[in-house]
Nanobody, 124 residues
Framework: QVDLVESGGGLVEPGGSLTLSCSAH????????MSWYRQGLGNQRELVAS???????NYADSVKGRFTISKDAPKNTVYLQMNNLEPDDTAVYYC??????????????????WGQGTQVTVSS
């Protein structure tokens, strides 16, 4: 089992900044993709940004130029730097990690894990 621990949410004024972090813990042998999603009140969960193992970065159009995703591979940790925050960025932010885990000495299995979510509120 691979568990994710998120931190960094909070209340910030419009134009402010926050950094979210998400660390993966468990018998991980490889990580394919680390992503951030968000779900605002009454909305569906949407992809905010993703970072593949090959280094490809993808962003939702609504956050391009304001958010930056990065990762610390040895620590199995992904970050989301959010600048120039807007009220529409208010949501619960979830981390998602896809990879491969050790099952036995000779067996591996793919996994998909989600973080518990962290609230980001942008308001004056």
């Amino acid at each position: 089992q691979v568990d994710l621990v998120e931190s960094g949410g909070g209340l910030v004024e419009p134009g402010g900044s926050l950094t979210l972090s998400c660390s993966a813990h468990g018998p991980i042998s490889d990580i394919y993709t680390m992503s951030w999603y968000r779900q605002g009140l009454g909305n569906q969960r949407e992809l905010v940004a993703s970072h593949t193992g090959a280094g490809t970065l993808n962003y939702a159009d609504s956050v391009k130029g304001r958010f930056t995703i990065s990762k610390d591979a040895p620590k199995n940790t992904v970050y989301l730097q959010m600048n120039n925050l807007e009220p529409d960025d208010t949501a619960v932010y979830y981390c998602k990690v896809e990879g491969e885990m050790v099952v036995t000495a000779t067996a591996r299995a793919d996994f998909v894990s989600w973080g518990q979510g962290t609230q980001v509120t942008v308001s004056s």
